[in-house]
């Protein structure tokens, strides 16, 4: 089957679109079939009219991977129509916990979806934040973890998701207020911005010692807009960053999200999608500048699905990072693949 031509300039300026014939186009059989996969990093949604919900996540699950579990993070997705600016984020902790329950009965399958859930209160709130989180941590069944308030923003108007953050939001005082809020109740930060927001983040990480930051997505390395054919020298600037970042024993960093538009690499305008060959040649100086500075203990591969189905195949996507992880002992794959995730968003690792 040939994918129809694409018209760059009608891609969404937030996240590639999915094109489902596109993506069937390629597979591979899975490397490493037996080797315990969480991943820490997907959505559910009703997108544009397109669900991408259980079944569509089983669906990319069941590709030859042993995907022993799942994590849930916040995309806005099934918030109540009504309530306040607390209480209507609710809704989709509460949609995340019945997908959670589904898969849990075993009548999906092995993978536990959603065993963990990161979802959104609005840090804003200042002090409010509190009863605002305890909230949700009551409605989850035992499974929420912690939030992300998307800070991705660029002066030049680049458009890195589909959220409308405030400039400057990390050090914003009220925000702080509300980040301070997560520390003693036990709960997680995910954070996803770009690369020029690097330094603000490792304000904020110096700033709260005692919680646990997780940099969503490599850092957000940017290759679009002004940053279009200026890779080696925005790597460089990157590189730099994370390195300081990584100084703060309390971070994580998550391997991936290297398939959305941002990064540039442009996969989706091929006639075929890529392989995992490819792809890791693309991706490995990411990866592995992370890998080496945060140390696998504090770094987890994640899938960033359906987002980054943009560009490749679930299976596809697991192969690449298995091949760039090849030179890694199995210590150090078990804390990649499924470990760090486990620590991080307290999950009962089956092995």
Not at 48 to 74: K, M, Q, S
Not at 250 to 267: D, S, Y
């Amino acid at each position: 089957m040939t994918a129809p031509p694409i018209d760059a300039s009608q891609l969404p300026d937030d996240f590639l679109r999915v094109r489902p014939d596109w993506v069937a186009q390629y597979s591979e059989p899975a490397i490493e079939p037996d080797l315990p996969i969480i991943d820490p990093h997907h959505h559910l949604w009703v997108h544009g009219g397109v669900p991408y919900l259980l079944p569509e996540l089983l669906a990319d699950t069941d590709t030859g991977h042993r995907i022993t579990a799942t994590v849930f993070v916040e995309c806005r997705a099934m918030y109540r129509a009504q309530g306040t600016l607390e209480t209507r984020s609710l809704g989709e902790t509460e949609f995340a916990n019945g997908t959670a329950a589904m898969s849990a009965s075993g009548l999906f399958g092995p993978t536990r979806a959603c065993a963990a859930i990161v979802g959104n209160v609005d840090l804003r709130l200042g002090a409010r934040a509190r009863d605002a989180l305890q909230a949700h941590v009551a409605i989850s069944g035992g499974r929420f973890r912690g939030i992300r308030n998307v800070s991705a923003w660029h002066a030049s108007g680049i458009r890195a998701t589909s959220a409308n953050p405030p400039a400057g939001l990390l050090l914003d005082p009220e925000f702080r207020k509300g980040f301070a809020c997560l520390a003693p109740l036990g709960l997680s930060f995910d954070a996803w911005l770009v690369h020029t927001q690097l330094d603000d983040f490792l304000d904020l990480a110096q700033a709260f010692p005692d919680t646990t930051l997780v940099l969503d997505h490599v850092g957000g390395p940017l290759g679009i807009g002004l940053y279009r054919g200026r890779r080696e020298e925005v790597f460089a600037e990157w590189r730099s960053r994370i390195q300081s970042v990584a100084q703060c024993p309390n971070v994580h960093v998550k391997l991936g999200g290297l398939g959305m538009h941002t990064p540039g690499f442009e996969f989706h305008l091929q006639d075929q999608p890529p392989s995992s060959e490819a792809l890791a040649r693309a991706w490995r100086p990411y990866i592995e500048t992370c890998i080496e500075a945060f140390g696998a203990h504090r770094a987890m591969f994640e899938s960033n699905f359906p987002v980054d189905k943009g560009s490749c195949g679930y299976g596809v996507l697991w192969n690449a990072f298995k091949r760039i992880a090849t030179g890694c002992s199995d210590t150090e794959k078990q804390a990649l693949f499924s470990g760090t995730a486990a620590k991080v968003y307290r999950i009962e690792s089956a092995a």
